[in-house]
């Protein structure tokens, strides 16, 4: 089982950009498939973004296409989320998540292990 700590959120104005991170222990951490997800206030945990396991291969949510980019170095058991042009309606709580799959997807289901969240506020 993996564990994941983010890092990287806070208080960000309106069109400005913010770089989240996760940092991963206990597995080997290039046999993972890794996903963002984030979770709106009164709203449901939604995909944002996930990598295939040696980072050739992305997925992401309509919402942040264009905007979002994820990444990954498996030397360093990270993984990014860069975030551009920020908005308020991307004000929420982002969780890291993990996989064993080999195939990019959105459904949390397959992602086992999960960080707590990292609060991203976009303010104007």
């Known amino acids: 089982q993996l564990q994941l700590v983010e890092s990287g959120g806070g208080l960000v104005q309106a069109g400005d950009s913010v770089r989240l991170s996760c940092v991963a222990s206990?597995?080997?951490?290039?046999?993972?498939?890794f996903g963002w997800f984030r979770q709106a206030p009164g709203k449901e945990r939604d995909f944002v973004a996930s990598?295939?396991?040696?980072?050739?291969?992305?997925m992401y949510a309509d919402s942040v296409k264009g905007r979002a980019t994820i990444s990954r170095n498996n030397a360093e058991n990270t993984v990014w989320l860069h975030m551009s042009r920020l908005k308020s309606e991307d004000t929420a709580v982002y969780y890291c998540?993990?996989?064993?799959?080999?195939?990019?997807?959105?459904?949390?289901?397959?992602?086992?292990?999960w960080g707590q969240g990292t609060q991203v506020t976009v303010f104007s």
């Open positions: 998540a993990a996989g064993p799959g080999v195939d990019l997807t959105q459904q949390q289901t397959i992602y086992a292990d």
């Open positions: 206990g597995g080997t951490f290039n046999t993972y498939i």
């Open positions: 990598i295939s396991r040696q980072g050739g291969g992305t």
